[in-house]
């Protein structure tokens, strides 16, 4: 095999891993989603721009107000997932870059200068950190239920504001009963790749 990863590894990150669907009521803790971003913090970003934002929704209040704006088949997971994350790109990522990529500190303005570049910026980089952050959960040995059925000006308003872009909202936690639905048909490698 051409892979030095090793195999449970891989299992557990990619084969075997899936959407959950239902979760135990065993927490997630603070350790856990400090490790989680410890090890997803690295993910390639454009101009190491880094645009990902996540609010963790714990308490009862906020997941009620979260539960709201969710479609109707998301909403009992997200109800009962021990820990709830919104993964949001901050369009205003650029204040960040003279820190962020030092030896090109101008980067800020020549690129970055108008908003409908940071977002699409934005929007794409945080979409590649977010994909880094299933990874980040699995590695953990917990499930990800990553969701994009809710209505992202309504969380917008009531969890971010007009910088902030709601990407997903992604349930977590130990996988509870039933919690796979069956796994879908993935498109061969000759389906995907061209060499030219």
Known sequence: MALVLDPAAQDLLFREARTANTFTDEPVTEEQVQAIYDLVKYAPTAFNQSPLRIVLVRSPEARERLV?????????????????????????????????FPHFPQ??????AERAAREQAAALNASLQAGYFILGIRAAGLA????????????????????HTPLMVINIGKPGEDAWFPRGPRLDYDDVITTV
Not at 71 to 93: C, M
Not at 145 to 154: E, K, L, N, R
């Open 68 to 100: 709201q704006h969710m479609a109707e088949g998301n909403q009992p997971k997200t109800s009962t997932a021990p820990l709830v994350a919104i993964l949001a790109a901050d369009n205003e990522f650029h204040e960040e870059l003279p820190a962020l």
């Open 144 to 163: 990800a239920g990553p969701m994009t059925g809710f209505d992202a000006a309504g969380v917008q308003k009531e969890f971010l504001d007009d910088d």
């Open 107 to 112: 980067a800020k303005d020549v690129f970055f």
